[in-house]
C-alpha cells in the first residue's frame, strides 16, 4: 500500500517559539493512526499544517501523490482531506442539518461537477446526523447543544465532506463510556468503509483499541512511532507521560 | 536650480516633531487594537473630546491645556472602562465584536463628532499658552514651541506607557492578555480586569494627546476624521503592538507628510497617510518591524 | 415563495408606489421619495457583504461617489466633445454623446465593481477589521483624489445640468425615481436570491466562522470578493444618477459620512441576516430623518442615527427583523 498522507521534516515556529521540529510521518491508505502527546506537544498544529489552516515553514505535505504547498484548505479539503477541530466551531446561525450542508455544498458538490438535488442533500445530511444521535435536533441552532453534542456535531461536518482521510481531533473528550463506545465504531465502519482515519485522543483505552500504529508527539517532535504495544512500551514515552 | 535644502531639512524636523505627537495619538490605539485586539475606530473621538475639554478649560479659566488633561485622566480613564464594561458585555461575550462591535464604535465616533458639532459648532477652536507664537531658531533650523512642546510631552507620555507595560505587573498583564488569554487566566489573573484597565488607560492616553493637539492646531469637530487614517496607518506600519515600532512608524509617517505638504500643497495631505495605510495593508500587513 | 413570483411582486409594489406617487401631483414627494429609495440600493447592497458575510465597509461613500462621479466624467466629456475628440470620430461621439442614463448606470456599476474587487483583493486576505479599516482609507484617498482633479470640478464641484423633462412621463425627476425604484427591485431580488443559493450559505459559513468554513471546503476569498465586487457594484449603480437628481456635486457631499454612517445604521437596525432588514430600517430611518430634517435640524437627525445605531447594537442585535422573529418563536414555542 502507498501512503496516502506523507508529512517530511515538517517545521512550524511561532515567533520564537518552536512548535513542530522535524516531523516526519506516513499514513497508508486504509490504515488507523493513532496520534497521542502531552498537551502542548503540537499536535493541533500538526494538523493545521496537515490540512491548510496554517502554513508550514519547513517540509512539506504530500496528500494522495500530489503536494499540498501552497494549497489553501478548502482546496485540500476538496481533494479528500478532512478534520474535525479540537474546541468545537460550528456555524452558530445555521441550524445542525444546514451546518451539515456546508460540506455538501462546497466539497462534494466540487467534486461530482453535476449539482446535487436538494432531495439527496436532505437525505445525507439527516443519515449523517443519525449517525452521530444528533437527527432529533436537525433544525436547532448549535447554541442549544451540550459541549458532547458539539463535538458529534463536529465530526459529522468533518464525514460530511466525503473525505478520503479523516481527522477527528479530540473528538471524545468528555464522552461517557458508551458515547466513545458509539464514536470508535462509527469510526471503525468509516475505515471499513475506505476512510484513512487519524485518531487524536488522551483517552487511551480508545487509542489502543482503535489504531493499527501509534504515533508519539512531544515538544514538537516524534518521539516514536509503530504498534501501539510496542510504542507504549517505549522507555522515552513513558517518560514523557510519567517523568523521570 | 538651488535645490530647497533649507526647506526640506525644515520639512523633515517639522515631520518629527510632528511624529512624536503621532507617536502619543497612536500609543492608546496601540494598546487597544494591538494588544487587546479591539478595533476601536472612535479613538479620534476621545481625542478631540479631550482637545475640546481642555479648549473650555483654558478660555474660561485660562488653564494650560496639558495640565487639565493631565487632571482629568482619571475621568477619561474611568470613561474607558465604563465604554469597555459596554463593549464586553455586548460584543465580547457574545462573540460578536467583529460585526456589531465595529459598528458600536463608528456610531461613538459618529455621536460624539456630532454632540461636539451642536455644542461648539463648526468653527474652528484654538487655546492660548504662552508656548504657542514663539520659536527656536537654531541656524537654518526654526522649532515652533508649539510643536516642540507637545512633541516633548508626548515623548515622556509614550516613555512612561513603555515602562508601565514593561514594569509593573498590571502592564505585563496586558502584554500578557495579548498573547495568552487562557494562561493569563491560569495564572489568576482576571483577564477582563485586565482588559479594562488598559482600555481605561488608552482612553486617557487619547485625550491627554487631544490637549497636545489642541496646541499643535486648531480644532473643529470633524478633525477627528484625519486621524482615523494616521493612526490605524502607524500601528499597522510599526507593527500591531509593538511600541517601539509605533514610535518609528509615527516618526516615519510625520515626515512623508510634511514632505508632501511641504513641496505638493497640503491638499493631499490627507491622502498620505491613508495611502500609506493602503499600501501597507495591501504589501506588508505585518508591519515594518511586527511580529 | 419562489424567486419568480418574488421577483413579479417586487415588480407591481414598485409600480404600484411609483402610480400611488403621481396621484397628487406633488414634486417633492419624489424628491424626499428618491433619498428613501437610494437608501434601500445601498443598505441592501451593504448589507451583502457585511450582513451575509460579516465584513463591514465603512467606505459606502467611496462606492457610491465612484459611480456618480463617473456620471460627472462622462457628461462634462460630453460637453467637451469637440475640445477634447479628434475631428475624424467627433460625429461619432456626437451620436452616442449625451450618454442615456441606463447606461451611465451601468458604467457606475462596473467602475464601482472593479474598486471593489481590486479593494477586496488587497485586504480580503488579512482579518475583517483590516478590510473595514482600509475601505474607510479608501473613501479619504478617492476624495482626496476626486478634490484635486478639475476635470470633475475639484474642490469647487460640478454642474450637471437636469433635462427639464421625459417624454411619456412628465418631469425628469419621475424619470430618475422610476431608475432608483428598479435598481432597489434589482437589489432586494438579488439579496434574496443570494439568501436562498448556495452562495448564501457559503456567505452565512464565512460569517459564523471563517476557518471553519474554509476547512468545510468554502473557497472564502472567492466568495468574499464576489460580495465586495457585487456590494461596490449595486453602490457605484446608485450613485449614477445621483449627479442629475441634486444638479451640483460637490466632493464634500457625495463622500459625505451619512452615507457611511446610514448604509451601516440601516441594515443593523432592520436585521442583517435577511433581505427584508435592510428594507425595514430604511423605510423607517429613512422616514424618521426626513421628518427630523423638516422639522428640528440635520445635524440632530444625524445624532439621531447615530444613537439609535449604538442602541440597537447593543440591545437588538438582529435587529427588527429578530425581534421579530424572536417574538413569533416564542409564541410558537407556547
Redesign the interface.
Known sequence: MTALLSVQNLGKRFGGFVALDDVNLEVKTGERLGLIGPNGSGKSTLVNCICGTLQNEQGSVHFDGQSMDGLAAHERTHRGLARSFQLPRPFVSLSLAENIRIPMLYTVHHRTGTPLHAESISARCSELLQLVGLEKKATHLPRDLTQVEMRKLELARAMAAEPKLLIADEAMAGLSHSEIEDILALLMRLNESGITVILIEHIMTAVMSFSQRLAVLVSGKKIADGKPEDVVRNPDVVRAYLGE | MDFPFDLLINAIVAGLLLGGFYAAVTAGISIS?GMLDI?N?GHPAFIILGSYIAYFFNINYHVDPILTCLILSPVFYLLGTGIYQ?YYL?FEK???Q???G???F???L??TE??L??VFGVDYRYVEASYIGPSIHIGILDLPLRMLVPCVGSLILFGAIQLFISYTFTGRAVLAVSQDQLALQLMAADPIRIKRIAFGISIAVAAMAGAFLIIIQPVEPSVG??Y??RV??IC?LGGLGSMPGTLVAAMLLGVIESITATFYGP??A??VS??V??LT??FR?SGLLG? | MRMPLFTLIAIVVAIVVFVLLRLPNVEYLFVAGYTIVQYIVLSTAWNILGGYCGYVNFGSAAFFALGAYSTVALATFGTQLDDLVPESVAPFFHLIFPLPLPVLIVIGGVVSGIVGFGTGYLTLRLRGAFFAIATLALSVVLQTLVVNWDFVGGSGGAYVVRPGEFPGLGSYMQYLFLLILGLAVLSLVLARWIERSRLGYGFAAIRDDELAAEASGVPTLRLKLIATTLSGALMGMAGAPFPYYIGYLAPVSAFGLEYAVNSIAMPLIGGTTNWAGPLIGTILLGTLQQVTTVTISSAVNVLLVGVLLIAFVIIAPNGIVGLVQERLQARRRK
Open positions: 487594537f478595533v475606530i459596554v455586548s457574545r462573540g460578536q467583529s460585526l456589531r465595529l459598528a458600536f463608528f456610531g461613538v459618529f455621536v456630532v454632540m458639532l451642536l476624521r484625519e482615523i487614517g490605524f496607518a499597522v491638499s493631499w490627507p491622502a491613508f495611502g495605510l493602503l495593508l495591501a500587513p511580529r
